[in-house]
């Protein structure tokens, strides 16, 4: 037996269980629409950086993993999806 449910009932009892302390409410992400090269002039690229260390001490501790991932992103902060692969 499956319980439907349509998106104004969900979405009210997402606001009753984030209005809770021991509740966290996470949205399904949308998709962002996809850019293609090249660029528009208000589309900017971005890139994130994690460092991951065996430590909090820069003098005794060591890098041992860099991760990066480069994003495109309008003026107004919008991230757009990476481009398609053809």
Known sequence: MTLAMDPFE????AIALAASPYHKVLRKLSPRPFYEWPLPGEVKIGLLLDVETTGTDPNQDAVIELGMIRFAYTASGILLAPPRRR
Request: aromatic share 0%; proline share 0%.
């Open 10 to 13: 969900a979405e009210c009892h």
